[in-house]
């Protein structure tokens, strides 16, 4: 499979949130359409709804997991744990990259956004953040660990 950092990363760029980006750049290869993994990562984003909480492309992450190896069988203990252990190793592997997994303090903010209105979208914006390295480093970690297989 060619690789999609980039497009991951063009597409937070072009004004998308960073769950939407991750998450939309990969959910067609499980069968799902790019306007319903956009609507569906889009609460995601800023650290789950700017709580500045798990970042967005960490919970794409995880999302994405769900789509290719998730359990759907309440009974299936292993395969509770077996999804549960794929998130775990790239959540570990985000955070050995970036230092954490939670957006404030990927952010350098110290508590939780009063306001649930996102910034604006700017060239100074995309300039004073991290997120389009944090888009990349998912991204690349997918592809490592969740579509290594695919072809």
């Known amino acids: 499979m060619e690789s999609r950092v980039e497009k991951a990363v063009q597409t937070f760029e072009s004004g998308f949130g960073c769950a939407q980006s991750v998450f939309s750049t990969y959910a067609d290869l499980f069968g799902m359409d790019r306007e319903t993994a956009l609507k569906l990562a889009s609460p995601m984003g800023g650290g789950i709804g700017r709580m500045r909480e798990v970042c967005g492309a960490v919970s794409a992450m995880a999302l994405l997991a769900g789509l290719k190896d998730g359990n759907t069988d309440p009974e299936n203990e292993e395969g509770k744990e077996r999804i549960y ?25 110290l508590e939780r956004e009063q306001s649930a209105r ?34």
Not at 123 to 147: D, F, G, N, T
């Open 118 to 151: 996102p910034e604006k979208r700017t060239k100074e914006y995309y300039a004073s953040r991290p997120c389009s390295r944090m888009v990349a480093s998912a991204a690349e970690i997918l592809e490592e660990v969740l579509l290594k297989d695919m072809d």
């Open 85 to 109: 252990a794929i998130v775990r190793e790239m959540s570990d592997r985000f955070k050995e990259k970036n230092g954490t997994i939670i957006c404030r303090e990927l952010l350098g903010i």
